[in-house]
T-cell receptor
């Protein structure tokens, strides 16, 4: 039981490049989330999904897109990376919105 | 505005020196208060969920309590391995929203 896994662990991008972050969970959770964590700020929700095939915007969605084609996977895409997107990205999953969220190990992204 | 504020931002304790971390919240319709531990370079790890004022939960040297305006994480006789950042988060039932605090960075010195 791996819980929540994220790939890659670390990535460096140049401004304007695109990339996809992958999150996978093996707990059969309906809800999945993407957060970013920046120094001095709490975890901020980018997008989330309430089930396979659904996505919804969080509090900081601009510049990101997501897809949930399979229940166990949640992808976060950056179409044209900007230095402001330098951050640590965490994926999480839960049975429902108010239940405990289980987090992945994070992806550290540096945009030059 | 919904807010979760944690204090202090950083806390340095001697091994064995008990203390408390504070999480105050101003959210409407609180349905749950979560505590997480985050080690450097890792994702947050779940510790406790509290649902109603007066509730307490314990795990080893940690005890979490909840009032109508704040939550405390009490650390009794801490050890160096308790060093981490502790995050709290408030879940609002009406808006189905979870708001995280910025955390308290705890350092326990041998």
């Amino acid at each position: 039981n791996a819980g929540v896994t994220q790939t890659p662990k670390f990535r460096v991008l140049k401004t304007g490049q695109s990339m996809t972050l992958l999150c996978a969970q093996d707990m059969n959770h309906e809800y999945m989330y993407w957060y970013r964590q920046d120094p001095g700020m709490g975890l901020r929700l980018i997008h989330y999904s309430v089930g396979e095939g659904t996505t919804a915007k969080g509090e900081v969605p601009d510049g990101y897109n997501v897809s949930r084609l399979k229940k166990q996977n949640f992808l976060l895409g950056l179409e044209s990376a900007a230095p402001s997107q330098t951050s640590v990205y965490f994926c999480a999953s839960s049975y429902s919105r108010g239940e405990t969220q289980y987090f992945g190990p994070g992806t550290r992204l540096l945009v030059l | 505005e919904d807010q979760v504020t944690q204090s202090p931002e950083a806390l340095r304790l001697q091994e064995g020196e008990s203390s408390s971390l504070n999480c105050s919240y101003t959210v409407s319709g609180l349905r749950g208060l979560f505590w997480y531990r985050q080690d450097p370079g890792k994702g947050p790890e779940f510790l406790f969920t509290l649902y109603s004022a007066g509730e307490e939960k314990e795990k080893e040297r940690l005890k979490a309590t909840l009032t109508k305006k704040e939550s405390f994480l009490h650390i009794t006789a801490p050890k160096p391995e308790d060093s981490a950042t502790y995050l709290c988060a408030a879940f609002q039932g009406g808006y189905q929203k979870v708001t995280f605090g910025t955390g308290t960075k705890l350092q326990v010195i041998p």
